[in-house]
Every structure is written in C-alpha cells, then in structure tokens.
C-alpha cells in the first residue's frame, strides 16, 4: 500500500490512513478479523479504528472532507464499489416517494438490477449517437424526443462521464429537475477525477457517486456517493448500510481518501487535450482521462496487439479501443502510448462506412421477462431472435443488447469477437420463446 500512496503532502492530511500508520507500531496481539492476524494495515472495527457503520473518529473526519471536496451535504465511503452507490441513491430515492426513473437503457446493469429489486419501474430512452460514437444529449433534445417519459417520472437517472467521456448536460437537467420537483441522480462512476472542474462535475444532481478507484489512485471498489442537502443526505444516511458491506476494508478505505485529495495533474491533462485536438483519430470528448481511439473494422486485432505487448486498454467496442488515464499516469507512459498508437492508425486506416442510423428494432417489452417466457439458444442461431435478458461487453457493463431487441448479425459478432461478456451463457443468449405458428 505505501508503494502506492507516494505523495507524502497528501498523506499528511490522510485520517484513515494516519490512524493505520500510528497504531502499526504499537504491539498489536491480533486475536480478532481477519485470519492473516497480520493487525497492520487490514484490520476491522477496534476500539481506535472507527465504524463505518457509525462513525464518529477517523472515519468521520474522513468523510466530512470527502463532502467539502466534491461539495456535498454529505458523503459515504463505499468499499463495495459504485454498485452499491447506485443501489444506494435508488432506494433512498424510493424512500423519498420516486417509483419511476427515467434512465438511458445503456445504463451499468446495476440500475437495472435495483430497479428489479425494489419494484421500481423504468421509463427508458435509447442511447443517443453521432456516427458509432454515443454522444450525451441536452435537457433540450431529451424533452423533445422523449418528453412523455420525462414529465411521468419522478426521477432521472444518468451516466455522466460515459465511458467515451461525454458529459451530459448536468446544469440544463438540474435546473429541469428542480423545476419540476424531480429527484437527479448521477452514476459518476467514472468522474471521480471531476471534482476538479465543478462544471463538469456530478455535484449538481441531488444524489451521486464517484467511483474514485477508476480515475483517481485508489485501490480498486474503492468509491464514494454523496447528497446535496439535509433532506437527501437523510433518506441515504437511512439506506446506504443496507447495500454496504459490514466488513469493510481500511485499505480500501484509505485508498479513497487519499485519492480525492490527490492533487490535479494539469500538465498531463494538457498534453492529452493538445493530443486529442491534433489527432482526428481520437475522439474528441470533454474528459481528459478517457483517450479513444477510433480503429474501425480491425479495433479487436489491434486491441490484441497491444495486449501482447504489454499495453492493456480498458476496453474496445469493435469500433473504438479506450484507454484509461489517471491524475497518476506518467508523461513518459502518455508518450508511449502515443506513439504506439500512432502505428495502430498507419496498419489499420479507415474505410468510407455509412453513418450508423441506430435502426434496432423493438418489441414492445417489459424491462425484464419472466423466466417462463425465456430459452437460452447459441448465439450463431440467435439472428432474428427477440433479447430476453440484457447483455454487452464487459466493460463497459452497460447493454449491447436490451430486453426486447431484435438481435442482429453485428450485434452477435461483436459478442463473440470480445474477450469479456455479460448476460451469456457458455456462448448461449437469452431469448424470448416464439409462440406456436410464429
């Protein structure tokens, strides 16, 4: 862990972690969890560690400059991830009266699990593109294309960054919301980097989550999630336990504090942003953190390349390879990258394609059918098949495919050419059953 955590500036400031280093020389006979008995750095809930559960020592102060920072009312850690954020914000939102949100279906699939769980229903919108590449739509176009689903929600739900980096129009939305006594909720899971540049940060809904670990140096499932004023702070004090674990890890924890203090790199950020302007491969996107490079047909080949070179992006969509920077990438390392990439685009130049109409067809659908109305078929003999359950690459874990999709040619070769899926089974897809006579 101290190979990790290197700015000695931050550290000082660091409760959680100032805690671990001050009771790490004392004796310390571990007759307690958990059962490596090394009572370091890994411990559980002891008289100087503080409680999660109910904090009142380091922890406490921990999360108290966690809300300052990414300006909130207040904050929780999470050691369980984003998830248990987004499952966190939809129940309290439940709690303070919500039954319908209003959400893009390319949403993480955890929105769709606690939307199943807590008999939420989901008025879902399409993802919106220019070319292959999605985009995040205005308050504006949102009203006008789907205004119906809007005016019956009573929340709204977004993704914000995406992983293509677009950032949706946080202020036009809040401002909508307010407006019309709708609850805003924001899965950051890739911003937390963006307390930075409040604009672009998720700060302006009433609830959100950084999910810190994927941005910012923090051990992984490390994250955060956070409300705007006492009242929402309340209703996610009440429920945040219940999708939290009662064991949570003090690195972890740590981790997390220590990577919302981390400092801004505002050299590395130029350099990609001058990177991103000059190079018309990369798409041009308003968070720095996420470099996507457009390879068109031989994305796949090239990702595996780059893989047996030791060069590891974060995902490819068959179209786009992203790659994930950090406050805490090198220059060095950019360049490398750079350079490789530079390479990538010479082996592999683009083809005059036809822009992509997004034309799936859909059936009318429920969010989910009921397993009676499922079978599970392989998916070279899926073609025409209408989705039952949802499904993608993984990452980004938001669906290729949604329940009641029609499943086409492209979509099938897309799951079978990435390295990871979810939604699959031993090659299979779930479909809906055709009716005798169809």
Known sequence: MRTMLQEKKVLKDCKIYQMLVAQSKRPHLSFHTPGHKNAKWDITELAYSDNLSCPSGCIAEAEKDLARLLGAKRSFLLTDGSTSGVLSML??????????????????????????????????????????????????????????????????????????????????????????????????????????????????????????????????????????????????????????????????????????????????????????????????????????????????????????????????????????????????????????????FAKYPLEREEIDKNTIQRVPAPVFFAKDEQEWVHLNGAEGRVCALNCGLFPPCTPLLCVGDTITEEKIALLQSADNTFGLQEGKIAVLKEKKGD
């Not at 720095?288 to 090239?302: D, H, M, R, S, Y």
């Not at 994930?324 to 990438?329: K, R, V």
Request: net charge neutral; aromatic share 12%.
């Open 91 to 344: 129940y309290a939102a439940k709690r303070l009266g919500a039954k319908t949100i209003f959400a893009c279906e390319e949403s993480h699939k955890s929105l769709f699990n606690g939307a199943k769980m807590l008999g939420l229903e989901l008025l879902l919108y399409p993802r919106f593109y220019k070319g292959k590449i999605p985009y995040e739509p205005t308050v504006y176009e949102l009203k006008e294309k789907f205004g119906v689903l809007l005016e019956r929600a009573d929340a709204v739900f977004i993704t914000s960054p995406d992983y293509y980096g677009n950032v949706a129009d946080l202020e036009g939305l809040a401002n909508y919301c307010k407006e019309n006594r709708k609850l805003l909720l924001v899965d950051g899971a890739h911003g937390g980097h963006l307390h930075f540049e409040k604009k672009l940060h998720a700060s302006a809904a009433d609830m959100w989550v950084d999910g810190v670990h994927k941005s910012l140096p923090a051990l992984t499932q490390g994250a955060v999630v956070s409300a705007k004023d006492e009242k929402t702070a309340e209703a996610l004090r009440e429920v945040v336990d219940v999708f939290r674990t009662t064991s949570p890890s003090y690195p972890i924890m740590a981790s997390v504090e220590y990577a919302v203090k981390y400092p801004r790199n505002e050299r590395l950020e130029e350099a990609v942003k001058i990177y991103q302007e000059k190079e018309p491969r990369v798409y041009k996107n308003q968070d720095w953190t996420k470099l996507c490079a457009v390879i068109g047909k031989g994305a796949f080949e090239g990702e595996k390349q780059l893989q047996k070179e030791g060069i590891y992006p974060e995902f490819c969509d068959g179209n786009v390879i992203m790659f994930y920077l950090s406050p805490a990438t090198k220059i060095k390392d950019f360049k490398k990258l750079t350079d490789r990439l530079e390479k990538l």
